[in-house]
């Protein structure tokens, strides 16, 4: 079993930066896949980006390709997404989830992720 406690989340202005955290614990994310997801008002959850433990290997939405970071630190089982040039419509709540089935590509699709944490919101205003 393991427990994913994202924060990180708040208010910021449009061209602002935020960097989310995703503490894991439970047990080592060696092998799992960590991925970032997003829903905003009335949407289904959408990828953001994802990646391989301990291997790195990393994807992302279009829509944050540039823009988006994702990074883990493997002592501290905690994977982080540093968000720059925020626009209005990456406002959501965001989630952060884990996939421990085998592969050498991060998966893009929710259904795929085992385990979740309790999201954490970001708004971001024009």
């Known amino acids: 079993q393991v427990q994913l406690v994202e924060s990180g989340g708040g208010l910021v202005q449009a061209g602002g930066s935020l960097r989310l955290s995703c503490a894991a614990s439970?047990?080592?994310?060696?092998?799992?896949?960590m991925g970032w997801f997003r829903q905003g008002p009335g949407k289904e959850r959408e990828f953001v980006a994802a990646i391989k433990w301990p291997l790195g290997l990393s994807a992302y939405a279009d829509s944050v390709k540039g823009r988006f970071t994702i990074s883990r630190d493997i002592a501290k089982n905690t994977v982080y997404l540093q968000m720059d040039s925020l626009k209005p419509e990456d406002t959501a709540v965001y989630y952060c989830g884990a996939d421990r089935s085998l592969g050498t590509s991060p998966k893009r699709d929710a259904i795929s992720y085992d385990y979740w944490g309790q999201g954490t919101q970001v708004t971001v205003s024009s």
């Open positions: 439970g047990r080592t994310l060696s092998g799992y896949t």
